[in-house]
């Protein structure tokens, strides 16, 4: 090759990647609207303190409505879209419709107030604003306050059929929780560290009966199940209770975001079985320990397992867009 050829063709290779986008760009950084909307956290936090302030419910809803829209097709806020025409959404899917609705008027609330400032008007995305809501619940409900990374464009799809497989279910052991946070990237510790999340967290009545009732041909209970705790379920979801009926996750410490979740754990007090196996299983019992032990260990762990889950399936450039309104498509 002649001197004058190699000299073009690393002229040609240079101006192909001047004309590439700027990939880092599309990455996550804290300070992704310190130019379009500065105020923007400020703004949704406020939003957040007075729903909490109105319901309790606030907190669990939003965090499990952040998580229930992360591992289906990435952190976008497809779970907040509705069905329409032919279209069954995410949210319909029936592993989602025991989503609380004050998760969803969490964010649509705080959408409203965002948009309410002209500068903000259309800049700031629903799936940034169900990531800042989520950091927020968790530290108004006395948990870590943490930098979140932003950036993220809203989800162009939302199908129910794509919730399939994707959800941990409460009657999962360890190997099954594992393969499923591996799917997202995210470890063992991760996961453990998430599952803390159900500490602030409810649930109905038929999701964890089947411990109570009717565990197994030889055992009516589920022998792992604390006695005294399971006598406790049995008197406030009786058989055949009524579906609507929810109660907490956490016995002892329901409305503070803290480490009692695993001190719940070692007692025989983990509800779902999915949550019992964490300390049931050797493999995973060592973590669950020493975070009962370390509050301070567990919320940095938690913290960097949540800025993970935040990282899943971000919808950047082409792939997604900001919603004038989260619940439907543009």
């Known amino acids: 090759m002649s001197r ?29 609207y310190a130019k379009v909307c500065p105020n923007v956290e400020n703004i949704v936090r406020n939003v957040v303190r007075q729903k909490i302030q ?13 998580f229930h829209d992360c591992f289906v097709q990435g952190c976008d806020a497809s779970v907040l879209i509705g069905s329409a025409g032919n279209n069954k959404a995410e949210k319909d899917h029936p592993d989602n419709l025991s989503l609380a609705g004050d998760g969803f008027d969490t964010v649509i609330r705080a959408k409203a107030a965002v948009d309410a400032i002209p500068r903000c008007r259309n800049k700031v995305s629903c799936a940034d604003i ?12 006395g948990g870590p306050s943490y930098a979140v990374e932003l950036g993220r464009l809203d989800g162009l799809s939302s199908t129910a059929a794509s ?35 159900h500490t602030v967290g409810f649930s109905h009545c ?21 006695k005294a705790y399971a006598a406790q379920l049995q008197s406030m979801c009786p058989r055949n209770v009524d579906p609507r009926i929810a109660i907490n996750m956490d016995p002892t410490t329901p ?23 964490l300390f049931s299983d050797r493999r995973s019992r060592p973590l669950v320990n020493f975070w ?19 990282r899943v399936g971000v919808k950047t450039r082409f792939k997604g867009n900001i919603r004038r309104n989260c619940a439907a498509f543009n």
């Open 54 to 66: 109105q319901t309790f419910v606030t907190i669990p809803a939003t965090l499990r409505l952040f």
């Open 292 to 310: 009962a032990s370390n509050s301070t260990a567990f919320q940095r762990a938690f913290v960097r397992a949540m800025t993970k889950l935040g």
């Open 163 to 197: 919730v399939n497989g994707r959800l941990p279910q409460p009657f999962f052991n360890l190997n099954q929780l594992n393969a499923l946070f591996a799917a997202n990237g995210l470890s063992q510790a991760d996961m453990i560290a998430l599952s803390a999340a």
């Open 4 to 32: 004058f050829s190699l000299v073009l063709a690393v002229w040609s290779i240079s101006l192909c990647f001047c004309l590439l986008p700027n990939l880092s760009s599309a990455r996550l950084q804290q300070n992704h």
């Open 206 to 226: 038929t999701r964890f009966s089947n411990r109570i009732y009717n565990f197994s041909p030889r055992k009516t209970v589920d022998p792992t199940l604390n």
């Open 130 to 141: 169900l990531a800042m809501a989520a950091r927020d619940v968790i530290a108004l409900s």
């Open 255 to 277: 409305r503070i975001f803290d480490n009692m979740y695993y001190k719940n754990l070692q007692q025989g007090k983990g509800l779902f079985t999915s949550d019992q196996v």
